[in-house]
T-cell receptor
Framework: EAQVTQNPRYLITVTGKKLTVTCSQN?????MSWYRQDPGLGLRQIYY???????DKGDVPEGYKVSRKEKRNFPLILESPSPNQTSLYFC???????????FGPGTRLLVL | AQSVTQLDSQVPVFEEAPVELRCNYS??????LFWYVQYPNQGLQLLLK????STLVKGINGFEAEFNKSQTSFHLRKPSVHISDTAEYFC???WGYGNKLVFGAGTILRVKS
């Protein structure tokens, strides 16, 4: 089954404790992206990747890092999480930026 | 700056009534337009998209949208809604050869019996 998976689905952590949210797709897509969803703000893009080893900032990259060492994986790293990063995070992939994006189920993060 | 505006944060409607969810974007240069739906506690899935060609686009579940270049709008419509259409709907735009997809703030559609 074609899908985008994210882990963990739920995470509670404390300020400053590094964490990684994994994202994996099995559709051989080139384009992958991370979004955060906050009430009243819709989805805002954090980082995107056009292909392996090619990443770029979205609209809200501060406090986040990403890497794309393999085509299928696109982890999101929070080196020192802060409470304002409490949010619902979605990973998405598509064959290219103009095509339909397929979204993962989301990761709900609470930073205390 | 490029922006996407969804004019209504919530739209209540009775079952079997028609509905229109409005979306405007900031620039009329070449655009690619999308509507996504998010059911409660789920990820987003594509309803329909406009890349080129006919300005009236039909999607899944009986939804359609019309691209209006002069008004920079891409409103979503359904002639008769069902309870199961209750969800949050997001308009998204990619400009020209840009690499980013910009989403609107979302419209919550509440269908009442």
């Amino acid at each position: 089954e074609a899908q985008v998976t994210q882990n963990p689905r739920y995470l509670i952590t404390v300020t400053g404790k590094k964490l990684t949210v994994t994202c994996s797709q099995n559709m051989n897509h080139e384009y992958m992206s991370w979004y955060r969803q906050d009430p009243g703000l819709g989805l805002r893009q954090i980082y995107y990747s056009m292909n392996v080893e090619v990443t770029d900032k979205g609209d809200v990259p501060e406090g986040y890092k990403v890497s794309r060492k393999e085509k299928r994986n696109f982890p999101l790293i929070l080196e020192s999480p802060s409470p304002n990063q409490t949010s619902l995070y979605f990973c998405a992939s598509s064959q290219n930026v103009a095509e339909t994006q397929y979204f993962g189920p989301g990761t709900r993060l609470l930073v205390l | 700056a490029q922006s996407v505006t969804q004019l209504d944060s919530q739209v209540p409607v009775f079952e079997e009534a028609p509905v229109e969810l409005r979306c405007n974007y900031s620039s009329s240069v070449s655009v690619y337009l999308f509507w996504y739906v998010q059911y409660p506690n789920q990820g987003l899935q594509l309803l329909l998209k406009y890349l080129s060609g006919s300005t009236l686009v039909k999607g899944i579940n009986g939804f359609e949208a019309e691209f209006n270049k002069s008004q920079t709008s891409f409103h979503l419509r359904k002639p008769s809604v069902h309870i199961s259409d209750t969800a949050e709907y997001f308009c998204a735009v990619r400009w020209g050869y840009g690499n980013k997809l910009v989403f609107g703030a979302g419209t919550i559609l509440r269908v009442k019996s």
